[in-house]
């Protein structure tokens, strides 16, 4: 495809797995084959392709109540700066019109310089946060299991919509677990190269921060966790613990305000599913 060449949309299937692996991989991105499989599956994830090279991509995930999440918009590195990205959104943002979708997306500082030309809205701000050695001993006692119910209900509290499909599939996958502890709960899972915490769901940022320390110091490191900005206390409180801030997402939403949340999370089940 050259750079002069119109930009040829296709639709993806589960059998683009692998390829669209090798994108969020050369960008550094943490998610595994299990996520792309996820989006293809359950979501309408359209693509670009030079010949049988798979070069760009960007994902749909329709949600319940008129939401969708938009992820995996990725261009690899001789294709950028051709409105490819541009075009790939757009085709998503097209075809949530069509469904009458609010869409949401949570932005790299690269990516929100795409989206919002497009018209995409800022709303709140996350942190992308790693540890790669937990501080102090290690935990003697895990901390209890918790319900995939219990865990939909209060995500749905805090996104004002129900998640329970991408719950049950990310609780359903080898190496997850739900937590919970004193009022907080979690699901941990794995990445491609950390295990992932979140989303974390509690009353208060100490009970959070508990259950975190508690799930770090009962399994290897390295983590990753995508925290809510204005959650200063529990954001201090991992700093504190070691973590480090890695980089900032935006959270941006393309479409009228659906369900407000009725209590913020502490941290989010990551940028790609919101
Ligand atoms: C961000 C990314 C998807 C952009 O893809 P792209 O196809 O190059 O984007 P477009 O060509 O549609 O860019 C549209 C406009 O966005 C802006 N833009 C895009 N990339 C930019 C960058 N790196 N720096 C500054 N502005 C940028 C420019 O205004 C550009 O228009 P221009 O080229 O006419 O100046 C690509 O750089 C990428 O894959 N990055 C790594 C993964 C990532 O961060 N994805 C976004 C996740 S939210």
């Given amino acids: 495809m050259a750079g002069t060449e119109p930009i040829d949309v296709v639709e993806l299937g589960v059998g683009d797995a692998q390829a669209a692996l090798v994108l969020s991989t050369e960008a550094g991105w943490n998610q595994n084959e299990a996520d792309w499989r996820f989006f293809l599956a359950q979501g309408i994830v359209f693509g670009v392709r030079d010949g049988e090279r798979l070069v760009a991509t960007a994902a749909l995930l329709p ?65 992308r946060l790693r540890l790669e050695k937990p501080q102090g001993t290690k935990a003697t006692q895990q901390p209890s299991a918790g319900s995939p119910d219990a865990l939909a209900t209060r995500d749905s509290r805090a996104m004002g919509f129900d998640r329970s499909t991408l719950l049950s599939e990310f609780a359903a996958r080898p190496g997850s677990r739900i937590v919970s502890g004193d009022r907080a709960m979690a699901l941990v899972r794995d990445g491609r190269t950390a295990r992932h915490i979140g989303p974390v769901l509690a009353d208060r940022a100490d009970q959070a921060l508990k259950l975190v320390e508690a799930v770090v110091g009962s399994e290897t490191a390295p983590w990753l966790i995508d925290a809510v900005f204005s959650q200063d206390e529990f954001l201090d409180g991992l700093v504190r613990a070691g973590w480090s801030i890695e980089r900032p997402f935006q959270r941006m939403r393309f479409g009228p305000a659906t369900a407000s949340p009725a209590q913020l999370p502490f941290a989010v089940a990551g940028p790609e599913f919101g």
């Fill in 63 to 127: 949600y319940s109540a008129g939401n969708a999440w938009i992820s995996m918009v990725l261009v690899t590195a001789d294709f950028r700066r051709r409105g490819i990205a541009t075009t790939l959104v757009d085709t998503c943002l097209n075809l949530a019109k069509r469904r009458g979708l609010t869409s949401w997306l949570d932005a790299t500082p690269a990516g929100a310089t795409v989206y919002g030309p497009l018209g995409f809205m800022p709303t709140l701000q996350l942190r």
